[in-house]
């Protein structure tokens, strides 16, 4: 069953601690990104990556790392940095094919919350 | 960047009416326009796209247009029902990147 998978779904952490989220892609796409979505907000990308060994920095990318180092996998680490963390986060994926009109291909995301 | 403003941030309509949301951007160099539907708890969807040399697109009870020399696109839906109840994002794309606009709620009441 192809897809995205996002872990964990939910996830606790106190502030000044780093958290890593997952997201695992057996579609074979190339390109990889992440979004983080609030109340009231749309979408904002935060780190997209198109191959392997190579990621650019989204809009919000402060605060934030990500690695790329399996085409299937691009981890997500929050930093004690990021001032305000609580958030859902979305990873997706696109075929690089069609990298410049193509569909997003969401997970089912994270929701973290800093106590 | 890329700016997308959308509008309006809540609809409500009685089943079997007509919605409509509006989007601007501002990158003329943006040419993909998609809209996504996220209902409540899930990921978001795409339920139409269009590209930047048609002028509209339709897809059974959805449609949508877009004006470049205005810069603005819009999602239609007719004969909405209950299951249409959704936050609904339009974006815009360039080079791989999309932005996307705040999201309108619409509410379809039986």
């Known amino acids: 069953d192809g897809g995205i998978t996002q872990s964990p779904k939910y996830l606790f952490r106190k502030e000044g601690q780093n958290v890593t989220l997952s997201c695992e892609q057996n579609l074979n796409h190339d390109a990889m990104y992440w979004y983080r979505q609030d109340p009231g907000q749309g979408l904002r990308l935060i780190y997209y990556?198109?191959?392997?060994?190579?990621?650019q920095k989204g809009d919000i990318a402060e605060g934030y790392s990500v690695s790329r180092e399996k085409k299937e996998s691009f981890p997500l680490t929050v930093t004690s940095a990021q001032k305000n963390p609580t958030a859902f986060y979305l990873c997706a994926s696109r075929l690089t094919s069609t990298f410049n009109t193509g569909e997003l291909f969401f997970g089912e995301g994270s929701r973290l919350t800093v106590l | 960047g890329e700016n997308v403003e959308q509008h309006p941030s809540t609809l409500s309509v009685q089943e079997g009416d007509s919605a409509v949301i509006k989007c601007t951007y501002s990158d003329s160099a943006s040419n993909y326009f998609p809209w996504y539907k996220q209902e409540l708890g899930k990921r978001p969807q795409l339920i139409i796209d269009?590209?930047?040399?048609?002028g509209e697109k339709k897809d059974q009870r959805i449609a949508v247009t877009l004006n470049k020399t205005a810069k603005h696109f819009s999602l239609h839906i007719t004969e909405t029902q209950p299951e249409d109840s959704a936050v609904y994002f339009c974006?815009?794309?360039?080079?791989?990147?999309?932005?996307f606009g705040d999201g309108t709620t619409l509410t379809v009441k039986p």
């Open positions: 974006a815009a794309s360039n080079a791989g990147k999309s932005t």
């Open positions: 990556s198109q191959i392997v060994n190579d990621f």
């Open positions: 269009i590209r930047s040399n048609v």
